[in-house]
């Protein structure tokens, strides 16, 4: 059996979601507190380490300027993840069709009649 580019892209898409979240993950926990990171702690034997409280301030402030980017990217992330599961979804429904006149078109993603070309619901 054939695959098309979106059966393969279905098939790799957790992996790939998995492998950008643990980077994400690797990385926060490798940064944290690290020299130049976003950890401030309440005292360093005495002495106000006001650059470093201003460089996490900075960097929290930029963090929550891009929140409704970063929901954007995943809304839209998760709407065309949705499209096609749910195309797939269709395609095997009109393939395990009883109806023989059923046919999946691929350009469109619809289920088709090959008589009169009219969509079907399998």
Do not use: H, I
């Not at 360093?44 to 930029?62: I, P, V, Y």
């Not at 929550?64 to 065309?80: F, I, M, P």
């Amino acid at each position: 059996m054939k695959l098309n580019k979106m059966q393969m892209a279905a098939r790799w898409m957790p992996l790939a979601v998995a492998m950008v979240l643990g980077g994400w993950q690797a990385s926060a926990l490798a940064d944290s507190c690290a020299s130049g990171s976003t950890c401030v702690f309440g005292s360093s034997g005495g002495q106000d380490n006001s650059l470093t409280k201003e460089d996490a301030r900075q960097q929290k402030e930029q963090w929550d300027d891009t929140r409704s980017l970063r929901n954007k990217v995943n809304t839209r992330v998760e709407n065309q993840f949705d499209k096609f599961d749910k195309a797939v979804d269709l395609q095997d429904s009109c393939e395990k069709s009883l109806n023989v006149n059923a046919y999946w078109e691929p350009n469109t993603q619809r289920c088709l009649d090959r008589n009169t070309g009219r969509p079907l619901n399998p």
